[in-house]
Structures are given as structure tokens and as C-alpha cells.
Nanobody, 117 residues
Framework: QVQLVESGGGLVQPGGSLRLSCAAS????????MGWYRQAPGKQRELVAS???????NYADSVKGRFTISRDNAKNTVYLQMNSLKPEDTAVYYC???????????WGQGTQVTVSS
């Protein structure tokens, strides 16, 4: 059974930092592309950042230079370091694992990030 468990969300002031973690189990983690998505109230889920099995990263324009995605294949974990947070970063953040060749796609349960003074 595949599980993706996010942690690290919370309330932070504008300009602050948070580090999200997503621990994966039940899949061949190092073979999967991993991504972080977010969904704000009343908005569609959007891609924030992704990292391929070969460590190629991609970022939404809105977070470039502020967020960094990384992975630790030994720990089956993907991270999202978020710096210089803004109120518009407030959303539920979801972890995603995808292997297009295998037709596999999995989601975590989400973690709330609130940026407010």
C-alpha cells in the first residue's frame, strides 16, 4: 500500500520560512518523479515544484528563487524549503508521486500552510 505523509505545515508570519517533508512508503521511491502542489480556497490545485528521478527540478514562476525542492532517496523523502513566504502562499500543500511509464500517480493527504501576521 502506497502512502505519502506530509508534515511541516503551520502558521508563519510573512517573510518567514517553513520546511515541508513528504515521507513515502510502499513504492520504489527513487524511480518516481515527486512534486509539491497547493490548493488555496476557491482555486484550482496548482503545481508548486517538482523533481524528477534524475534530480531535475521545475518551479512555478510564483515561487522561483524562494522555494527549493529536494529529495533524499535513502530516506524515501521529498522536501520543500519555503523562504520569504507571502500571504498568497497560504494553501493546503500536497505531495505527489508519479511514474508516467507505469501509469502510477499518488497523493498525500495535504498539510496546511498559513502565512499571516
Amino acid at each position: 500500500q502506497v502512502q505519502l505523509v506530509e508534515s511541516g505545515g503551520g502558521l508563519v508570519q510573512p517573510g518567514g520560512s517553513l520546511r515541508l517533508s513528504c515521507a513515502a512508503s510502499g513504492l520504489r521511491f527513487r524511480r518516481y518523479a515527486m512534486g509539491w502542489y497547493r490548493q488555496a480556497p476557491g482555486k484550482q490545485r496548482e503545481l508548486v515544484a517538482s523533481i524528477t528521478s534524475g534530480d531535475i527540478t521545475n518551479y512555478a514562476d510564483s515561487v522561483k528563487g524562494r522555494f527549493t525542492i529536494s529529495r533524499d532517496n535513502a530516506k524515501n523523502t521529498v522536501y520543500l524549503q519555503m523562504n520569504s513566504l507571502k500571504p498568497e502562499d497560504t494553501a493546503v500543500y500536497y505531495c505527489n508521486a508519479e511514474h508516467t511509464s507505469w501509469g502510477s500517480n499518488y497523493w498525500g493527504q495535504g498539510t496546511q500552510v498559513t502565512v499571516s501576521s
